[in-house]
Nanobody, 124 residues
Framework: QVQLVESGGGLVQAGGSLRLSCVAS????????MGWFRQAPGKEREFVAT????????YYADFVKGRFTISRDNAKNTVYLQMDRLKPEDTAVYYC?????????????????WGQGTQVTVSS
């Protein structure tokens, strides 16, 4: 059974930092893209960042470029999201996703496993 477990969310003041982690179990994702999405209250889930299976290519939503950094450790089956210079509008539930396919550069949401989410709240 595949499981993705996020951690690292919490309450932080604007301008602060958080580091999210997502540990996968049940199969290896060392050959699959992984990524992060988020969903704010009353809004649809949106893409945040994704990283190629090799870690060589990373893609970000415009609203996090220069502030967030995605990385992965394939030996630990883990993906990270370093979030700096947080803003109140970054408040959301953050979800980890792992693509079911191999040799992928980006996560296809219709072909992904999902974590349960971790709450990030940024106060002004």
């Amino acid at each position: 059974q595949v499981q993705l477990v996020e951690s690292g969310g919490g309450l932080v003041q604007a301008g602060g930092s958080l580091r999210l982690s997502c540990v996968a179990s049940g199969r290896t994702f060392s050959r699959s893209a992984m990524g992060w999405f988020r969903q704010a209250p009353g809004k649809e889930r949106e893409f945040v960042a994704t990283i190629k299976w090799s870690g060589g290519s990373k893609y970000y939503a415009d609203f996090v470029k220069g502030r967030f950094t995605i990385s992965r450790d394939n030996a630990k089956n883990t993906v990270y999201l370093q979030m700096d210079r947080l803003k109140p509008e970054d408040t959301a539930v953050y979800y980890c996703a792992a693509d079911r396919r191999e040799n992928t550069a980006v996560v296809l949401t219709t072909a992904a496993y999902w974590g349960q989410g971790t709450q990030v709240t940024v106060s002004s």
